[in-house]
Structures are given as structure tokens and as C-alpha cells.
């Protein structure tokens, strides 16, 4: 039966909407993960670049434990600059996150509706199987929201790394105009590479675990009680649940992407420091790392990363599925 104009319409008007819902609760997610574990970013990034720095101009060590660390910012800017660059934080991680996810989902249904034209089984038809698929979409994931939103990720660093006495830029327009002026449009894709190092493995590797633990924790009676069921009788996963699955996936993927990580956010911030003919590239960076620090300059501030890993991606999984719920979208069959 052929679909009248206005019956066309709406079916547009419906998929913007769902659109817009899923864009919504991803940003929503990802703002507020950001926001709860902002002073643990902050120290861990200010352990990654600060040695480089600080080997430069001749300071003191930022400092030598996570106590220290955070004493340290609090006695320079009192309780609030733990915050500190948590403004672009957002800025950054609301589109970041509803890209993200937005794209994760998708890209899933895609491949899930690959069929298999020799399976006679329409349950057995989905081409690649679901490990797979996570994976592939976790990746295209990853990197279409770094590539989208990488000039709010480098601007967030300048400013989360300044210390109190030493700022430079007075607010983001600021810090944007300087870096363009200084740098040039390059300059905002500065360590862009590594990135996406980081970020394809990492969210490949975390969505594909999530997944994977929250499709066995609906299944399995053992978590029975940690899980509950919606109006429809549809099983979902518990607060607790959510954030046990959220805190297993990120902190493996951590583990693996962090040395990554380290590399990248030096090479953001050494336009600040350096002059062009003096910057690295991140080969470079790795054998400078590795010469001067070894293996612990490389995974320098994991600590505070691991510690930031549980609740963030637990809070941002949770408040994810939560909005899901609110807004009624319902999970598709994976």
C-alpha cells in the first residue's frame, strides 16, 4: 500500500525526534559523567604533561602523589579549581557524547540488519555477529565525535593544565583566538593522531565489553536481583548493575589506551611551550618519554584515571539508560 504524502511526513517528523531524543540523552550522559569526576580529569592531566613542561622551564614537579596533587591545586585556587576548565569540559563532552552515542546506535542497527541471504533462519541471519558489531561501531563512534569536536578537546587542555600564577588565556573564545593566531587552524588539530589512537580502541573496546556484560547480566539469574523490569515487561538493568558493567568496560579499555593518552595530551600542549622547531612528533614523544621517565612516565596519572574511569562511565551509562527510559526509547533487538 503506498504511503500518502502526509503519512510520509510524519514518519519524517518521527525519525527527527527520535533523533533528537537520542542525541539528547547522549549529551545529557556525557555532561554529566564529566562534570561529577572533573577534579580527577584534571589531576590526571596535569600529571601527563606537566613533567614535560615543567623539564622545559625548570620548575618543580607538579607533584609526586594523588594527595599531594590535589592539595596542591586547592591551596593555589581554592576548592573551585578542581573544576577548572570544566566549562569547555561540557562544551566539549555534550556534543562529543550525543555524536558518540547517536552514531554507536546506529551504526549497530546497520549492521545488525546485514542479512545472511543463504541462513534460511531469520533469528540466525545478522551478519556480523554482535561481538563484532560493537566493536565496529564503537570505533566509527569513537572517531566521528573526536574528528567533530577535537578543537573543544584541545582547548579544554590548555586550560585545564594552567595552574594558578601562570594562566594564559583569560576564557575559551580567548584561548581559541590565541591558538589560531599563534598556530594556525593546524594548531587546533594538533595531536589529532594520537587521539584517535586512543579513541577507536577505547571506545571500540568499552562498548563492546558494556554491551556484551549487560546482555549476559539480563540473561543470567545470578543478577536477578540487581535487575527490574518496565511497564512493558521488558528486562532492564539496575542502577547498581548498569554502573558495575559501566566500571569493568571503561577500566579495561583505559588500561590498554592510556599510554596513548599520555602522548596525546603532550603534543596539545606543546604549542604553548615549545616553538615550532622545537616540537615532537609523537614518535618522538614516546622515545623522549621513555628515555627520560621509562614505563612510569608513560602510565604517569593512572591512578587518578582508574579512579575517574569507575564513576564516570558508570554515571554516564546510568544516566543514559535512565533518559532512554524517561523518554521512552526502547533498546532494539542487538
Known sequence: MTKTKDEKSQERKNRAMEALKHLFCGGVAGSAAKTVTAPLSRLTILYQVHSMVTTKENRPKFAMSFGDGMKKI?????????????????LHRFPFSAINFYVYENVLDALNGIQRPWEGDEDERSLPDATFSRFIAGSLAGSTACIACYPLDLIRTRITTELPGNERYKGIIDAFTKTLQTEGFAGL????????????????????????????????????NMRRVD?????????????????????LSTLITFPFDTIR???????????????????????????NEGLRGIYRGLTPELLKVVPMVGTMFMVYEF???????KDKKR
Not at 586547592?74 to 561540557?90: E, P
Not at 593522531?193 to 556484551?212: E, K
Not at 521488558?234 to 554502573?243: A, C, I, P, S
Request: aromatic share 10%; hydrophobic share 35%; glycine share 12%.
Open 189 to 224: 588539530y594538533s595531536g589529532l593522531g594520537p587521539t584517535l589512537l586512543v579513541a577507536v580502541p577505547n571506545f571500540a573496546i568499552s562498548y563492546t565489553i558494556y554491551g556484551t556484560l549487560k546482555e549476559y547480566a539480563l540473561d543470567d539469574d545470578l543478577f536477578y
Open 74 to 90: 586547592v591551596d593555589r585556587g581554592g576548592v573551585l579549581s578542581l573544576w577548572k576548565g570544566n566549562g569547555t569540559s561540557v
Open 265 to 291: 595530551r603532550r603534543m596539545q600542549i606543546q604549542g604553548i611551550h615549545f616553538a615550532p622547531h622545537e616540537r615532537l612528533s609523537g614518535r618522538q614523544q614516546i622515545k623522549n618519554l621513555f628515555q
Open 323 to 329: 533518559l532512554k527510559d524517561q523518554l521512552n526509547i
Open 231 to 251: 511497564e512493558e515487561g521488558e528486562k532492564r538493568l539496575g542502577f547498581r548493575l548498569t554502573l558495575m558493567c559501566g566500571a569493568a568496560s571503561g577500566s
